[in-house]
Each structure stands twice: as structure tokens, then as C-alpha cells.
């Protein structure tokens, strides 16, 4: 009986061995917090994306498109589209608190319904650009394109950080 007690124990100390190491390694692959200058990941992304017609936005135009404060952050690039035909936007954000991402994203899927909205039913090919958008949050950064080539802006955004 005794041996048979000593098996399960040894069992449960590897069960739980097992599960004290998968939950150091989430904790490792968690969010990361970054410490590159804004100014290198919105290159970095810029260089990836199709720029062609993009303009970097003032705050006044952050302000009125996303309804956010850019004072409330450690830094803010938008870059919009120069033609009212077009949805193609780039954001980057860097937060000064990772619980910031909330409120951007938020933002963001605002500014995504308010643009399909607009182009519904005359805008077909830029609806199918803001559905295929990407949306990414990285610890202390926020991404969101909309852009041909916003999956290889969202892998150069990744590989800045």
C-alpha cells in the first residue's frame, strides 16, 4: 500500500514539475517591452509598407480620426493617405503603459467600422483593404495598417522591437 502511495506521489511531483515549467515559459514569451525609439520602428515599417500617397498626419488629424490624445503617449506616427478615395493608413504607437493598448485598439476598430461605413457599396476594393488589415500589439507598441503590404509591415514592425 505504501508503494502505491509513493508511485502517485512521484507521478503528481512530475505532473506538477511539467506545469511549473510551462507556465515560466509563458511567462517568458510574454509581452515584451521595448526600448527602440519610435522613430526606428515607424522606418522600419515605412520601409515595408507601400508609402506611395502617404503623408504623416499632424495630432490635430490623430485627435480627429481616433478620438486619442497623443500627449497621453510616448509617441504617436500616422501616416494617411493624401487622396479621401483611399483608406490606407499606417499607426504606430508607443505606449507609455502597456495597459494603454486597450484604449488604441479600441480606437482603432472604431476608426475601421467608421471607414467601412463610408466606402460601403461605391469602395469595393478598399473595404476588402480594411478587412485585410492588421491589427498588432506588442507590449509596449501598437501596429495598425492598412496597406497592400501590411502583413510585410507587421513582420518588419515584429522584428524592430
Do not use: W
Not at 500500500?1 to 512530475?14: E, I, Q, S, T
Not at 509598407?49 to 490635430?60: K, Y
Not at 507609455?96 to 471607414?115: F, L, P, W, Y
Amino acid at each position: 500500500m505504501m508503494d502505491r502511495l509513493m508511485k502517485v506521489f512521484g507521478a503528481v511531483k512530475y505532473v506538477l514539475l511539467i506545469f511549473l515549467l510551462m507556465f515560466i515559459v509563458s511567462l517568458m514569451r510574454g509581452d515584451k517591452i521595448s526600448d527602440t525609439p519610435i522613430e526606428d520602428v515607424t522606418e522600419a515599417v515605412t520601409a515595408a509598407a507601400d508609402m506611395t500617397d502617404l503623408s504623416l498626419a499632424d495630432n490635430r488629424t490623430v485627435r480627429r480620426l481616433y478620438g486619442i490624445n497623443v500627449n497621453d503617449y510616448e509617441g504617436i506616427n500616422l501616416y494617411v493617405s493624401d487622396s479621401n478615395m483611399k483608406v490606407e493608413e499606417v499607426l504606430v504607437v508607443k505606449l507609455k503603459d502597456a495597459s494603454q493598448a486597450g484604449g488604441v485598439e479600441s480606437a482603432v476598430r472604431s476608426r475601421v467600422d467608421t471607414q467601412l461605413q463610408s466606402f460601403e457599396g461605391y469602395g469595393p476594393e478598399q473595404c476588402k483593404l480594411l478587412d485585410d488589415h492588421v491589427l498588432d500589439t506588442e507590449g509596449n507598441y501598437v501596429l495598425f495598417v492598412v496597406n497592400e503590404k501590411a502583413q510585410a509591415a507587421d513582420q518588419a514592425f515584429q522584428n524592430s522591437l
